[in-house]
């Protein structure tokens, strides 16, 4: 499995960017994916989730702000964040999981992206 993650980047408060993560490895389009990020200092939190059928998730904090779609044709995740906040600054790090021989799940990670919010 390899997740490689786009897109990340320096923005003033209120701006937007869009993060991208190219999965390969996997039958993308019955996967299950998530971002999360990591702050300084802070354990790794789960931002945003989309299931094989199509619902999605969000943490209260980014609700109504970030989207998350995938384009099944391109084994891609996307990650839509509008009306950033300084405390959006993080590592962003595409995710999904794989069920191994002993019938547990395995996570898969990416390298990470920077998000970095400020004025």
């Known amino acids: 499995v390899q997740l490689v ?5 320096s923005v003033q408060p209120g701006g937007s960017l869009r993060l991208s993560c190219a999965a390969s490895g996997i039958i993308f389009s019955s996967s299950a994916m998530n971002w999360y990020r990591q702050a300084p200092g802070k354990q790794r939190e789960l931002v945003a989730a989309s299931d094989s059928v199509g619902s999605t998730n969000y943490a209260d904090s ?8 995938r384009d099944n044709a391109k084994n891609t995740l996307y990650l839509q964040m509008n009306s950033l906040k300084p405390e959006d600054t993080a590592v ?22 920077q998000v970095t919010v400020s004025s």
Not at 99 to 113: A, I, L, S, V, Y
């Open 92 to 113: 962003y790090y595409c995710n999904t999981k794989t069920k191994n021989p002993w019938n547990r799940f395995d996570d898969h990670w990416g390298q990470g992206t």
């Open 5 to 9: 993650e786009s897109g990340g980047g």
């Open 62 to 69: 980014v609700k109504g702000r970030f989207t998350i779609s």
